[in-house]
């Protein structure tokens, strides 16, 4: 590193500590404004917007979450109050795109950096907060979800805020520190309510220290303020439950991704790599501060287990372990940095700078894949689209899916949804099906397409192996083709 980071936790951060995060922030910047606009809208951030459209219909646990991007699409031109919810063939001509959208995510995400660098500096050291906050400015889960119209960086700020707040807060005995934490653990509540997932983690914290014979002491102020604060999530998350019972309902029994793939989703958006350093991290290191060491591992495979159980039974998306990438990046930090110093007098200062070099370098290869040949890691729906619009004849129908999407790229009220094979006879007129053919959670899809209708185009994302595959078929009518029903077929 150009800037000497001293390995000191005084409560004033050193000038160069300042300058290192700060010109971390500028790589973030760099990071998440490339290409922000280049991958195809995917469902849910379409979702975000329509949401905006009616404020009210938001569950009270999630509203904060929205937030962002209303602000995001409003300085655009957009005001969320006139956005026509169920017509989104409209919001491209309000200013609503891909920018517009994702721009909130992206600044959050870059001042995300600094945020947690510097909340991190007394419990880590000056010198692992820098690593953290180079780590966690090149992290591609983390520019992932900077470049989506979603809520999960400004979810992933409060609850590793909250996490740093108690550590402290248990640790000096600061009562300040813990109100930081609840009032942190609230704001990533009500951004996203699976963020209680962090209850967990102090809960195994909270009982590892006392078989260890070295309690956590929370204090009297502790111990109510978290009965308070939890109640009072506890307290909305009931009344949306009462309140609005169908948005809740629809996720028992609506299996999304297995326990397995959550884990090795995980695996793949953080990083082998790191994963592995974190581990060894947590193994061999920190002896002096052994709390620590068992906290942020916690803080790291908590949330991705707890949510791989869940997933026996409701709807459960790789998205909700993100807020454990903190944790893994902070091990990882603390692993190279231990490994820098044992190595430094012996071989030198760029030998020793050797296993952090290969993390970034891991990380910058990810990175390269995800603006290059994974399109973003998003379903090309864009791209489909726009081969439709450009070989659709006047009046031929489409289908997908998603109308919503198909609706919003070609600006056309009449997208349908993808009919099932018994109602494709029902079909009157040549009809444009635009839609995934496999993908990493479901599988093969409508293999009847294949015999059904004409295949005109495939749109794979470029990684080995494609997770997602978009396909647009061509289907005419048997009495207006031959006996296949795809004679009259345009070229294309």
């Known amino acids: 590193m150009s800037v000497e980071l001293h390995n000191n936790t005084s409560t004033r951060a050193p000038r160069g500590f300042i300058l290192w995060v700060l010109l971390m922030t500028v790589v973030a910047a760099g990071f998440r404004i490339y290409h922000l606009d280049a991958a195809s809208l995917w469902v849910d951030e379409l979702n975000t917007v329509r949401a905006l459209g009616d404020m009210g219909s938001i569950n009270n646990s999630k509203v904060f979450g929205y937030v962002a991007t209303g602000l995001g699409v409003w300085s655009y031109g957009a005001r969320p109050s006139d956005i026509p919810r169920e017509a989104p063939e409209t919001w491209k001509s309000m200013g609503i795109n891909e920018w517009s959208m994702r721009l909130p ?105 006392l078989m260890r014979r070295d309690p956590v002491r929370l204090g009297l102020f502790g111990w109510c303020g978290a009965v308070v604060f939890l109640a009072v999530c506890v307290g909305v998350f009931v009344s949306d439950l009462l309140n609005r019972t169908e948005q809740w309902t629809q996720f028992s029994g609506a299996l999304y991704q297995s326990p397995w793939k959550l884990i090795l989703g995980t695996t793949f958006m953080v990083g082998p790599a790191i994963m592995l350093f974190a581990a060894l991290s947590a193994w061999g290191t920190m002896s002096s501060n052994n709390r620590l060491r068992y906290y942020l591992g916690l803080a790291a495979i908590v949330p991705p287990i707890a949510f791989a159980l869940v997933s026996l039974k409701y709807y459960v998306g790789l998205r909700y372990a993100f807020v454990s990438l903190y944790a893994w990046l902070a091990l990882a930090a603390i692993g190279v940095d231990r490994m820098y110093e044992a190595m430094r007098l012996h071989f030198g200062r ?75 006879d029902a079909v009157s007129q040549p009809l444009w099906i635009v839609t995934e053919k496999e993908d990493a959670v479901r599988g093969r899809l409508r293999p009847w397409l294949d015999e059904r209708a004409r295949l005109k185009e495939t749109f794979d994302l470029r990684i080995d192996p494609p997770f997602s595959s978009v396909r647009v078929y061509y289907y005419v009518p048997r009495r207006e083709g031959d006996a296949q029903g795809v004679s009259t077929a345009p070229n294309g």
């Not at 907060?129 to 992290?139: E, H, Q, T």
């Not at 653990?185 to 209850?199: C, E, G, H, K, R």
């Open 105 to 209: 995510s992206a600044l959050i995400g870059i001042i995300g950096v600094p945020i947690l660098a510097f909340a991190s500096r007394r419990s880590l050291g000056t010198r692992v907060a820098g690593i953290l906050a180079m780590f966690l400015a090149v992290a591609p889960w983390h520019v992932y979800w900077s470049q989506a119209s979603r809520f999960y960086t400004q979810q992933f700020i409060f609850f590793n805020l909250s996490l740093i707040w108690y550590y402290r807060a248990t640790a000096e005995s600061s009562w300040r520190s813990m109100l930081a934490a609840l009032v942190a653990m609230v704001l990533a509540f009500l951004t996203q309510p699976p963020a209680l997932v962090i209850v967990a983690v102090f809960a195994l914290d909270w009982l590892i220290a």
């Open 350 to 424: 760029l030998a020793a700078a050797a296993p952090m070099l290969l993390l970034l370098i891991a990380m910058g290869l990810m990175n390269f894949g995800y603006y290059t040949g994974g399109m973003g890691y998003h379903t090309r729906w864009r791209d489909a689209f726009a081969f439709v619009a450009e070989h659709r004849r006047p009046g031929e129908l489409v289908a997908t899916e998603h109308p919503m999407i198909g609706k919003y790229y070609l600006e056309d009220p009449s997208v349908i949804g993808t009919p099932r094979e018994e109602e494709v």
